[in-house]
């Protein structure tokens, strides 16, 4: 079993910043593919940037360029820096890990962009 908590969400207004993290535990060393999603109201959850445990990374056409995945393995964290942010990111954004048999998702963290 892998646990994943997220946290870093907020308000914030367009062309602001947040940076959210998510703090894994257990059976980490079995994720082969780490990654974050979002959902915003009314819509499907879609995926917005994905790491690898091999260092390659992917990004929703929509954020290229704005947010950037990372992971620090000495601190089994992930992050995801969001820059210029608009208000269609609005949304709760959850962090996902992939394991061979496995799919574990945190409890999720609202980003509610304003004017």
């Known amino acids: 079993q892998v646990q994943l908590v997220e946290s870093g969400g907020g308000l914030v207004q367009p062309g602001g910043s947040l940076r959210l993290s998510c703090a894994a535990s257990?059976?980490?060393?079995?994720?082969?593919?780490w990654g974050w999603y979002r959902q915003a109201p009314g819509k499907q959850r879609e995926l917005v940037a994905t790491?690898?445990?091999?260092?390659?990374?992917n990004y929703a056409d929509s954020v290229k360029g704005r947010f950037t995945i990372s992971r620090d393995n000495t601190e089994n964290t992930m992050y995801l820096q969001m820059n210029s942010l608009k208000p269609e990111d609005t949304a709760v954004y959850y962090c996902?890990?992939?394991?061979?048999?496995?799919?574990?998702w945190g409890q999720g963290t609202q980003v509610t962009v304003f004017s």
């Open positions: 996902n890990a992939q394991a061979v048999a496995s799919r574990y």
């Open positions: 790491a690898a445990r091999a260092g390659n990374t």
């Open positions: 257990g059976r980490i060393a079995s994720i082969y593919l």
